[in-house]
């Protein structure tokens, strides 16, 4: 018998090519395919929501009476975001 893939003569009973590996009849089962993960729309949110909040915490700051507070506040949700931000992209490759 020969090989389907490289065409090498192989064994009658063989279940493999010892050459390149393929297969020498079809699977009997096909695998069941892999959904895709939910949508970018809910890990997306979570990335800009901190964001808008550092942003919206600077623009508020000079109006309280904790500027201080209100600056620490907005630069840990800022980077809160980009730790976010980060694990998005690297989660995605």
Do not use: H
């Amino acid at each position: 018998m020969q090989c389907r893939s490289c065409g090498t003569e192989i064994a009658d009973k063989a279940i493999i090519c010892y050459r390149c590996g393929a297969g020498t009849t079809d699977p009997v089962r096909k695998p069941v395919p892999i959904p895709p993960p939910g949508g970018a729309w809910p890990s997306m949110v979570m990335v800009i929501v901190p964001f808008v909040l550092a942003l919206t915490l600077l623009l508020l700051s000079d109006t309280t009476d904790y500027p201080e507070t209100m600056t620490t506040a907005a630069a840990l949700s800022a980077g809160l975001g980009a730790i976010l931000l980060i694990a998005r992209l690297t989660r995605r490759r």
